[in-house]
């Protein structure tokens, strides 16, 4: 994560979340809306500068970058929070470890306070022989990796405005149901850096492509042309694979499709879970939401008790694999406990990505 802006899920309650969103999106209307998005634009320009010159001084070698010494995979976005960034970087050390390498994944770790944070707890869980290394100075971490680890490739999560450590290939992430962030800089908007920085980019991924149209998604690719005409465009999906329960037992998605859902998730972008058990047939009775990155408390786990044992009796309970990791439950309120777990599935150019990962590790 770029230090000049935080994380969404760096705010204390999704309720202000939810207001900051509607008030940057321009959804909140009146003179006191108005008034308090000139104050965000007044404070978006200072971080914009910020932006620009750190950008400028890396971009003339007048700060110092760092090289591994084994070949690096950075996957991030230009936006905050809510890409979908963790199953592609499972993508990306799996196809790695599908090819006899040693990897490791490094990341910065927020809310990583007291051990590994929900993103890390689920790569762990889907890649348990793939090392995830979490601290603010990635370079320090890329070379206790090598070192250490043996390691033959370093995925940098979250890494695109991470620019102190040097890397063989950037992909980066462009959600296609919100790809410009509302179209400012924080915190009047949800851009971390200026579209243009997209020229830096290798790989440009779409997600969440299913729920964008034909012609949305052929609006967005001749925009990313026209900012990165050199980097390969892929469009994907986050595409659920089956119901997964604490105890390691899972379910057929058909279970969602069976009975009615209810539903909680504490997500940088939790309409795009909603969405997501919508698309697949569900019938959603009832939704919560947490912060991004939420650390569940005795109380919250007891109000979600609560709340379960509320709902009709056949009713499913589900949450995301990023929060199951976290509550470590198999019931709610007498009812089993499920997470929906999802793979990044790409649904073209998936033969030009992999040929681009092949090739930082295959010289000629």
Same mark, same amino acid.
């Given at each position: 994560?770029?230090?000049?802006?935080?994380?969404?899920?760096?705010?204390?309650?999704?309720?202000? *979340?939810?207001r900051?969103?509607?008030? *940057?999106?321009?959804?909140?209307?009146?003179?006191?809306?108005?008034?308090?998005?000139?104050?965000?634009?007044?404070?978006s320009?200072?971080?914009?500068?910020?932006?620009?010159?750190?950008n400028?001084?890396?971009?003339?070698?007048?700060?110092?970058?760092?090289?591994?010494?084994?070949?690096?995979?950075?996957?991030?976005?230009?936006?905050?929070?809510?890409?979908?960034?963790?199953?592609?970087?499972?993508?990306?050390?799996?196809?790695?470890?599908?090819?006899?390498?040693?990897?490791?994944?490094?990341?910065?770790?927020?809310?990583?306070?007291?051990?590994?944070?929900?993103?890390?707890?689920?790569?762990?869980?889907?890649?348990?022989?793939?090392?995830?290394?979490q601290?603010?100075?990635?370079?320090?971490?890329?070379?206790?990796? *090598?070192?250490?680890?043996?390691?033959?490739?370093l995925?940098?999560?979250?890494?695109?405005?991470?620019?102190?450590l040097?890397?063989?290939?950037d992909?980066?992430?462009?959600?296609?149901?919100?790809?410009?962030?509302?179209g400012?800089?924080?915190?009047?908007?949800?851009?971390?850096?200026?579209?243009?920085?997209?020229?830096?980019?290798?790989v440009?991924?779409?997600?969440?492509?299913?729920?964008?149209?034909?012609?949305?998604?052929?609006?967005?690719?001749?925009?990313i042309?026209?900012?990165?005409?050199?980097?390969?465009?892929?469009?994907?999906?986050?595409?659920?694979?089956?119901?997964?329960?604490?105890?390691?037992?899972?379910?057929?998605?058909?279970?969602?499709?069976?009975?009615? *859902?209810? %539903?909680?998730?504490?997500?940088?972008?939790?309409?795009?879970?909603?969405?997501?058990?919508?698309?697949?047939?569900?019938?959603?009775?009832?939704?919560?939401?947490?912060?991004?990155?939420?650390?569940?408390?005795?109380?919250?786990?007891?109000?979600?008790?609560?709340? %379960?044992?509320?709902?009709?009796?056949?009713?499913?309970?589900?949450?995301?694999?990023?929060?199951?990791?976290?509550?470590?439950?198999?019931?709610?309120?007498?009812? %089993?406990?499920? %997470?929906?777990?999802?793979?990044?599935?790409?649904d073209?150019?998936?033969?030009?990505l992999?040929?681009?990962?092949?090739?930082?590790?295959?010289?000629?």
């Amino acid at each position: 994560m770029n230090a000049l802006a935080p994380s969404i899920g760096a705010f204390s309650a999704t309720p202000m *979340v939810n207001r900051y969103r509607a008030l *940057v999106s321009g959804q909140s209307r009146g003179v006191a809306a108005e008034l308090q998005r000139t104050g965000l634009t007044i404070a978006s320009i200072p971080y914009g500068w910020a932006v620009r010159l750190r950008n400028r001084l890396y971009d003339r070698n007048w700060n110092r970058i760092v090289h591994a010494a084994v070949p690096v995979v950075s996957v991030g976005n230009l936006t905050l929070g809510g890409t979908g960034k963790t199953p592609c970087v499972e993508y990306v050390a799996r196809f790695f470890r599908e090819n006899d390498l040693r990897v490791a994944i490094l990341s910065r770790g927020y809310g990583a306070d007291h051990g590994p944070n929900d993103e890390a707890l689920v790569l762990e869980e889907n890649l348990p022989d793939v090392p995830h290394l979490q601290g603010a100075d990635r370079a320090a971490l890329a070379d206790c990796a *090598v070192q250490e680890l043996e390691s033959e490739v370093l995925v940098l999560d979250d890494g695109f405005q991470h620019r102190r450590l040097a890397r063989d290939l950037d992909i980066v992430l462009v959600d296609a149901t919100n790809p410009w962030g509302y179209g400012r800089l924080f915190p009047r908007g949800l851009l971390r850096e200026p579209p243009a920085g997209l020229r830096r980019a290798q790989v440009v991924l779409l997600t969440r492509c299913d729920q964008a149209n034909a012609e949305q998604r052929e609006r967005l690719c001749a925009s990313i042309t026209r900012l990165a005409p050199n980097a390969t465009i892929g469009e994907t999906i986050h595409q659920p694979i089956d119901l997964c329960n604490s105890d390691g037992t899972s379910q057929s998605l058909d279970e969602v499709r069976r009975q009615p *859902v209810a %539903a909680f998730c504490g997500l940088a972008n939790s309409a795009a879970f909603r969405q997501t058990l919508l698309d697949l047939g569900a019938n959603v009775q009832d939704f919560r939401t947490y912060p991004d990155h939420h650390s569940y408390t005795r109380t919250d786990v007891e109000d979600l008790r609560t709340w %379960a044992r509320q709902q009709a009796t056949d009713c499913l309970v589900v949450t995301t694999q990023k929060d199951l990791v976290k509550l470590r439950l198999t019931q709610l309120g007498g009812r %089993a406990l499920y %997470a929906l777990r999802i793979r990044l599935h790409v649904d073209s150019g998936r033969e030009e990505l992999d040929q681009k990962l092949r090739s930082i590790f295959i010289r000629p």
